[in-house]
């Protein structure tokens, strides 16, 4: 019981780095219906830019944490202003492609200033990882600051969403562009607020995900890593908000009961719970093709 | 359309007896009425229209018969067969043919090509055979073909024929997509908008190509339109739609004296010079 | 009428024919020249790069059948080739000598590869009903998972894949002649390298001419018009679940064969579980973007570019080394190449390399026609897609049944 709610902890965790990652996709995605396949990438960029400026730079981690957060805004905003605004109207393919492109790039920078095999330390609030007990269970002061972080974040997205003009806008332009735009609202401004937004939550959940790698530090696998946040979003639903963090949520916990467990089964092996999310993903869109809580869409003749 | 026209279609029944039969077809969706208790037939060789003001539930018609939409209650019958058990790709081999309304849809494909895809039902050949592009496939890629460069000839659009659609003008591409349902040899024809966002002359073009779809032919046709003058001189009956119920029904002459149809439709084409200008204002503003 | 009719049209659509068909057969005979001289004085390592981008043109091939011409996202590639690849070592590989060995039942080449298409085809079929609930996004998303999952599943069949470790892949042979060490054929000695070349274009040759005539026939206009628009493709009798199935079955194949031969060149003979990872499938996408969606000759050259041009510039130490001598490494390179080549092309040229040639031959059309004088500069040419739009033309029509 006592290792349940270890790994339900453990879980609810990863989940909420999840939840942060599946965020920065919906906002993106519920704006300018894109997918950003180059998150996970943005991901590591945060996470590289955080490590670089609290270790080379000796800022204090605050600083380095804002520092992370201007440069993965300022690459979504370049890229969207730059790249994919030429690209509306084309077809999903090549807009898949072209956040591909980016993500390729993105990886490659930090691979060549990192190299492949290098490992980083990560930036963290904490000089060393310590453990909290309460009865038999377990909790890292790590996943402790990362759920809380994701609950400040989630509730400053809906503050944002639901109290600011900006915010207002921008679901506004989800639900209709064209009366958005007849109300007057700058679509461009929204666009490259939402990849703004996205960019933002990228090195919250980068930062967050390379310190959870424990004392070892990161490499450039964490982009990859940062992938399992598909299986959320598609969890999710698409163009779902609260979706997201479900979502992201649910993986988590996957993940983190997979990882518990993997070792007492001994026919799924080591390394299970890299796909255990991507099966229930599967399972969930045969049986609800637009996720749990998407919005299926009509085609039109 | 002074050469030779194809072949009639198989089948094809004296004139007089329903071909297509709708009885108390409903549409909803999301609690929004698109159809509601439309019940009408055509009988074979009959060039039917159905018109109405937009959003009066024209093309939902045509999506139900295409078995794109589900309706929630009422039979369509096409020929004896009930149309609602098929599933939208059977609905060609059926004898079903549709323009679209919306063009553009297959920018990169070019005319001949267009018109063999619309021949799809009629062939055979698969993967393995076409890859291999040997004896049957061959013979009938080159049959087909044959017949799609014909009927471009009969309709006067050889010379676009390795033309994609993407490049064609508008007005063109219209005519090319009653070719490519041609193609198909059907017994029903769907028009779908045929001259919307034509000009005059092209509207006319297309008003003789119907007629001589519907004498030379004998194709059964379904025409939507909200053209008035158009569908007024073509059409043998007319059936009326405003927001999804059908308000009148019958020759073009009777349906255009209704009080009914001039104030929920002619209204609004004719708002200057028609005594029930001031109610279709009124409904449609 | 309302459209005015070009004045000459059966001479204004032959000239440029005329004109445009020398040109063509020149490039053509050109690039064959090319490859004869470096099949006979190029040696071993241009042969190498060679004989590596035909393989990844057969991917490449694959993938733009399933996303080029139908239009179905994926980014799940490699999971069919390691399939491929499997089945080769598995069906080919050597028999175990030790209890722990990895399967292998040594049969021979001529089975090992086309059995090798069929069970990454059979894995295609299986996976082919998913794109009929899922689209776009959802897809590329259900696809990549494939990916992850194969490798879970490659590093953990350790029977057939050897786990981590990897295991020997079998050289195709022909009977006792084998490719990996050949005899001399009447005589001649030609290199392993050469001799794969030979036997990689002939099935490159083969798989594009297959690929060719699908796509010009009925099967190949339904995945066209089911990649334009879905519901429009069914309301004229297109089969989406046929449709959607038939390319992911054709595209497996391709990829299950261009898998086989990539672990069964001898330079890459010992497959591990690793390889068969989300950046070598992008890089197959990057591949059909930069040489061309929807186009055969597009997947070659596309190939070229992502596949052979890093390795050229790698192996000719083309690219000037750091003072520090710590230059970027080959895999690095290769991304950033591809990498910026797919921005740069879906911004600027979306129908890729072969769009570029298309527009330079188009420009080449203009400028002949105006050299002729103003006569026919102005007619309409015929479209360079449908050529031989008149073949066919002479037989009676006739109806089909």
Known sequence: ?301 | MSQQPPPPPRGAAPAGQSLLQVEGLTVRFAGVTALADVSFSVARGELFAVIGPNGAGKTSLFNVISRVYQPVAGRVTFDGRDLLRLRTHQVAPAGIARTFQNLGQFPHTSVLDYLLLGRHARMRSGILLGGLFVGPTRAEETRNRAYCLHLLEVLGLSRYRGELLGNLPYGLQKRVDVARALALEPRLLLLDEPVAGMNLEETNDMASIILDIKEQLGVTQVLVEHVMAMVMGIADRVLVLDFGRVISQGEPAAVQANPDVIRAYLGEEFSSSTSGAQAGADLNG | MSTPAPSEPAAASALPRLLGTPRRRGLLVGGAILLGLVFLFGGDSWLTILDYTLVAGVGALSLNVLSGYTGQISLGITFFMGIGAYTTTLLGGDRPMHSGDPVGLALPFVIWLPASGLVAALAGALVGPVALRLKGFYLGIVTLALVFIGQFLFKRLTFVTGGDAGRTAPSPSIGSWSFANPDPIFGIQLTSNQVYFLLLVLILGLSSLFVGNVMRSRAGRAFQAVRDNEVGAAIMGVNLLEAKVGAFILSSFLAGIAGSLWVAYPAFSHPVPQIWDLVLAIQFVAAIIVGGVASIWGSILGAAFVFGLPSALDQFSLVPQSAGGEGIATGDLNALIYGVMIIVFLLFEPAGIIGLIRRVQALGRRLDDRRKGGEFATAPRPNPATPDADDGAHVAPELDT
């Not at chain 1, 490590?51 to 804002?66: C, E, G, N, Q, V």
């Not at chain 1, 996943?143 to 974040?153: E, F, G, K, Q, W």
């Not at chain 1, 070792?263 to 999310?277: D, K, M, N, Q």
């Open chain 1, 1 to 301: 019981m006592a290792d349940f709610i270890t790994y339900s902890f453990i879980g609810l965790a990863i989940g909420c780095i999840y939840a942060l990652i599946a965020l920065g996709f919906a906002i993106i995605y519920k704006a300018s219906e894109v997918i950003n396949f180059a998150q996970g990438e943005l991901l590591l960029v945060g996470a590289y830019v955080a490590s670089y400026a609290m270790y080379t730079w000796r800022l204090a981690f605050p600083l380095a944490l804002l520092v992370a957060i201007a440069v993965t805004v300022a690459i979504g905003l370049l890229f969207e202003r730059f790249a994919l605004r030429r690209m509306i109207g084309r077809p999903v393919f090549s807009i898949v492609m072209i956040t591909i492109g980016l993500d390729v790039l993105l990886r490659t920078g930090v691979t060549v200033r990192l190299g492949a095999t290098q490992f980083l330390n990560a930036a963290t609030p904490f000089g060393s990882v310590s453990q909290v007990r309460l009865g038999g269970v377990v909790f890292n002061d790590i996943d402790i600051t990362i759920i809380a972080a994701t609950l400040v974040c989630c509730a400053a997205l809906f503050l944002f969403f639901n109290r600011t003009r900006y915010g207002l806008a921008m679901r506004a332009t989800a639900l209709d562009q064209e009366a958005a735009l007849a109300v007057g609202i700058d679509v461009r401004t929204v666009y490259a607020m939402a990849w703004g937004l996205a960019g933002a939550v990228a090195a919250i959940g980068g930062v967050l995900l390379a310190a959870r790698q424990g004392s070892g530090g990161f490499d450039v696998g964490l982009g990859q890593s940062a992938l399992l946040a598909f299986p959320a979003i598609i969890l999710g639903g698409l163009d779902s908000i609260p979706g997201a963090v479900v979502g992201g949520v649910l993986i988590g916990l996957t993940y983190g009961y997979a990882s518990g467990y993997e070792l007492r089964v001994s026919w799924l092996g080591a390394g299970f719970e890299t796909v255990a999310p991507y099966l229930v993903m599967l399972v969930v869109l045969l049986v609800r093709p637009y996720g749990l809580f998407g919005s299926r869409k009509v085609e039109r003749v």
